[in-house]
């Protein structure tokens, strides 16, 4: 099933709401979605309630939470709060006792606070799986982070990084379970049963990105 995980909504840098990201999701034909709000569940939160109204598509709990080394994205198979720590390994050990999965975002890509290469090959424990292709990253760090995975043998993923609707779906990870769900997704991952879809950016996706990005600069 594909499964968008890295997406983003007003609850920190995104231009749609919650409810309008599940939309986007449902009508892009995916099984599952995480919103990966900066720092924070609650974009997770509300867009889980608003899947229940809506159907369509499952929500997964989640957050893109910026570690000491750089960011992390954080899967889980429940509701859980914003009470994570920042040291890369405690946020492990955090998510571990809760159920969830950490998978080292935009992997080398210093601008978007990606952690750095070197750090995910010293401690490629800390890591479930390594996001070797997101579509908001220039394609060349999304190829170093491919060798990084083939080397360390790690589960690679791939996702939209969805700051505005047109980039919701664009590279959604291949998830191998029959169980449409936040568990199931979750604990797909954690056996290393996905892998990444390679998308790229639409016209429309490029000037939604260039206007959001402006809009942002100004306001």
């Not at 935009?106 to 490629?124: E, F, K, N, Q, V």
Request: with cysteine; proline share 5%; glycine share 8%.
């Amino acid at each position: 099933m594909l499964v968008e995980l890295h997406s983003h909504t007003t609850v920190s840098d995104g231009f749609q709401t919650p409810m309008e990201i599940v939309k986007i999701a449902a009508k892009a034909g995916l099984a599952a979605i995480a919103v990966t709000d900066h720092d924070t569940f609650r974009g997770s939160s509300l867009a889980k309630r608003a899947a229940k109204l809506l159907g369509g598509v499952a929500v997964i709990p989640a957050a893109e939470v910026r570690s000491e080394w750089g960011d992390v994205v954080v899967l889980c198979s429940n509701d859980v709060s914003d009470d994570f720590p920042r040291a890369i390994e405690e946020l492990r050990e955090w998510a571990v006792e809760r159920g969830c999965v950490t998978i080292a975002a935009h992997p080398g890509y210093s601008r978007y606070h990606g952690i750095p290469l070197d750090a995910i090959r010293r401690a490629a424990s800390l890591f479930d799986a390594i996001e070797v292709w997101n579509a908001y990253t220039p394609p060349h760090f999304n190829f170093m982070a491919i060798r990084l995975a083939e080397d360390l043998n790690h589960t690679p993923v791939s996702g939209s990084d969805a700051h505005v609707p047109s980039m919701v779906g664009v590279a959604p990870a291949l998830v191998d379970s029959d169980n449409e769900s936040a568990e199931g997704v979750v604990e797909a991952i954690a056996k290393g049963r996905a892998r990444p879809t390679i998308g790229f950016p639409g016209l429309r996706a490029i000037l939604e990105n260039i206007g959001w990005s402006l809009y942002r600069i100004i306001e």
